[in-house]
């Protein structure tokens, strides 16, 4: 697996820890990842706010789900499985794109192929086809071979 994330992508996953504590739960999971995303200046956020995918909107949905936001937790250390499982396919997108190094975009586009993760699903619940999205990704990927915003 590739183990070198570009600055943003450790910015997206720093990021993703502290949104797991601002939404009081437990565990760091993909939504928070997700938020983390939509929380940098990155390619990954440029795709998802063309899809009018925003901050607010999706915290704002976060913290409206009960059964993801326990007490409020001072530190959330726990990983998720599907998170784990989403940082290392972001290593396999990666190679299938030729990039040496893990991007948002990758990162993005391995949420969306795993179906069955909360950010896959809140996605999902915003409109947005998980399919458009990755062929989206794909089409960046295909365009921009310097990774610039990632």
Same mark, same amino acid.
């Given at each position: 697996?590739?183990?070198?994330?570009t600055e943003?992508?450790?910015?997206v996953?720093?990021?993703s820890?502290?949104?797991?504590?601002a939404?009081g739960s437990a565990?760091?999971?993909?939504e928070h990842?997700?938020?983390?995303?939509?929380?940098?200046?990155?390619a990954?956020c440029k795709?998802?706010e063309?899809?009018r995918i925003? $901050?607010?909107?999706?915290?704002?949905?976060l /913290?409206?789900v009960?059964?993801? /936001? &326990?007490?409020?937790i001072?530190?959330p250390?726990?990983?998720?499985?599907?998170y784990?499982?989403i940082?290392e396919?972001?290593g396999? /997108?990666?190679?299938r794109?030729?990039?040496?190094?893990?991007g948002?975009?990758h990162?993005?586009?391995a949420i969306?192929?795993?179906?069955?993760?909360?950010? &896959?699903?809140?996605?999902?619940?915003?409109? /947005?086809?998980?399919?458009v999205?990755k062929?989206?990704?794909?089409?960046y990927?295909?365009?921009?071979?310097?990774? $610039?915003?990632s």
């Amino acid at each position: 697996m590739l183990s070198h994330f570009t600055e943003k992508a450790e910015a997206v996953i720093n990021s993703s820890k502290k949104c797991a504590e601002a939404t009081g739960s437990a565990y760091i999971g993909t939504e928070h990842l997700l938020l983390g995303i939509l929380d940098t200046d990155c390619a990954g956020c440029k795709l998802l706010e063309e899809k009018r995918i925003y $901050y607010k909107e999706l915290f704002d949905k976060l /913290v409206d789900v009960p059964q993801l /936001v &326990a007490e409020k937790i001072i530190v959330p250390e726990e990983l998720s499985p599907k998170y784990k499982k989403i940082i290392e396919s972001s290593g396999n /997108v990666a190679r299938r794109f030729n990039s040496n190094l893990i991007g948002t975009e990758h990162l993005l586009y391995a949420i969306c192929e795993e179906t069955d993760c909360c950010g &896959a699903r809140m996605l999902i619940s915003l409109g /947005v086809s998980l399919s458009v999205l990755k062929n989206d990704i794909s089409t960046y990927l295909n365009t921009h071979h310097l990774l $610039y915003y990632s």
